[in-house]
């Protein structure tokens, strides 16, 4: 019991960290929007993409950077246990509005870019996989959710949101690779495309096999 206490805390912790390092990554990239209208390739994020940026890739980024923020907030919201046991109307409205945003415009929009990705082919493949990935992780949590398998679809709805993450992962994995100042940008970004999401979810996986983690979750009797 004392072990499930102590993992409980931690969880706590962990999850209240995780909160605001997402919402200080969305209000860098919400902050970041004066330099996309008009876009300014001087600016990091858009540094040396003024070849690609024409075609599908222009269309893409626009409904990348306006979708992508309402997927991270509202994931947010989403995972909130106040809202999921005292607004149960909300938490499905919101839900409905996180999968068809997120399978409509976000991942969409991001196999488009996944193309001209930095890093070339081996960076654009992991954004593929991650694409894909995102999209079976939450087609699975609406199945589950239908069927009223309300356990399996918070799982799979989790997976989902730590794959959506990965946004945040990468700008805090290729920030620290700029500061250290790393000999070959496109080998650590290559390393951070792959990272960003492949680690976040082996924890996930690793935590949700965590006997103490188990126990907590057990209904009393």
Same mark, same amino acid.
């Given at each position: 019991m004392r072990a499930a206490v102590r993992y409980r805390i931690l969880t706590a912790v962990l999850r209240a960290l995780a909160v605001v390092l997402i919402l200080r990554v969305l209000a860098a990239i919400l902050a970041n929007y004066p330099d996309y209208f008009p876009p300014n390739f001087d600016a990091l994020f858009l540094l040396g @993409?003024? /070849?690609? +940026?024409?075609? /599908?890739? @222009?269309? #893409?980024f626009y409904l990348h950077i306006f979708s992508g923020p309402?997927? !991270?907030?509202?994931? &947010?919201? &989403? !995972?909130s246990g106040y809202v999921r046991r005292r607004h149960g109307g909300a938490h499905r409205f919101l839900g409905r509005v996180q999968v068809v945003v997120l399978l409509l415009f976000v991942l969409p929009s991001s196999v488009v870019m996944s193309r001209h990705a930095f890093g070339g082919w081996p960076a654009g493949l992991s954004f593929l996989l991650l694409s894909a990935a995102t999209a079976t992780c #939450?087609? /699975?949590g609406v199945v589950h959710a239908r069927r009223r398998r309300f356990d399996r679809h918070r799982r799979w709805m989790l997976r989902s949101y730590v794959l959506i993450c990965s946004a945040v992962v990468l700008r805090l994995i290729s920030g620290a690779a700029g500061l250290v100042g790393v000999p070959s940008p496109e080998g650590a970004y290559i390393i951070a /495309? *792959?990272?960003? *999401? !492949? &680690?976040? !979810? #082996?924890? +996930?996986e690793l935590v949700e096999r965590v006997p103490a983690h188990r126990q907590s979750r057990r209904p009393r009797p």
């Open positions: @993409r003024e /070849a690609t +940026f024409v075609g /599908a890739y @222009r269309p #893409a309402v997927v !991270l907030f509202n994931g &947010l919201i &989403l !995972l #939450a087609i /699975a /495309a *792959w990272s960003s *999401w !492949l &680690l976040p !979810l #082996a924890v +996930f």
